[in-house]
């Protein structure tokens, strides 16, 4: 059963618009969360992440927001740029060691 | 460190056949993880190792698959015999103790015909 999940397969943004993406997880005793970005061919790379005891986490163009009661989490990037254009995929740790990911939203930024 | 290396690149082979997948942790790195790559169900993972043992294989979906870790800085992945559904992007990554980030190959692109 996915324990993380990510409802929008894809996505498209303007570019210097916000890209809202979303992430579901059910397993209340998830304590990190990750996103990962996967270009065409390479392996996912970190980019983000957040511990359960935070709301938020701001990097740059991208912030990471959790919401614990209602178990989701969205990572914002804006403005967006055509680079950005990726797979990304959101993931949950509940031991610090493995971690279980989502299907993944690939995210397309039209100049 | 030239990261986690992962060989071969893109495999192909016909049903019935084994296939064996290869991984070089980054050096230095406890915890090695195979993940399986597929649309519908993301990225799954099918087993991790810490320190050369396997901690948990509860994600390998069937007997015919098997992984090892004979040292800190080799691992493989085995399927045997190989069936058109295992064909996907079978990742592997590695991670520091206590670290929540892992580190990803480029991936193998398994296909079974």
């Not at chain 1, 397993?27 to 392996?43: C, I, Q, R, V």
Request: glycine share 6%; with cysteine.
């Amino acid at each position: 059963d996915q324990q993380v999940k990510q409802n929008s397969p894809s996505l498209s943004v303007q570019e210097g618009r916000i890209s809202i993406l979303n992430c579901d997880y059910t397993n209340s005793m998830f304590d990190y969360f990750l996103w990962y970005k996967k270009y065409p061919a390479e392996g996912p790379t970190f980019l983000i992440s957040i511990s359960s005891i935070k709301d938020k986490n701001e990097d740059g163009r991208f912030t990471v927001f959790l919401n614990k009661s209602a178990k989701h989490l969205s990572l914002h990037i804006v403005p967006s740029q055509p680079g950005d254009s990726a797979v990304y995929f959101c993931a949950a740790s509940n031991t610090g060691n493995q971690f279980y990911f989502g299907t993944g939203t690939s995210l397309t930024v039209i100049p | 460190d030239a990261g986690v290396i992962q060989s071969p690149r893109h495999e192909v082979t016909e049903m019935g056949q084994e296939v064996t997948l290869r991984c070089k942790p980054i050096s230095g790195h406890d915890y090695l993880f195979w993940y399986r790559q597929t649309m519908m169900r993301g990225l799954e993972l099918l087993i991790y190792f810490n320190n050369n043992v396997p901690i948990d294989d509860s994600g390998m979906p069937e007997d015919r698959f098997s992984a090892k870790m004979p040292n800190a800085s080799f691992s493989t992945l085995k399927i045997q015999p190989s069936e058109p559904r295992d064909s996907a992007v079978y990742f592997c990554a590695s991670s520091l103790p206590g670290s929540t980030e892992a580190f990803f190959g480029q991936g193998t692109r398994l296909t079974v015909v």
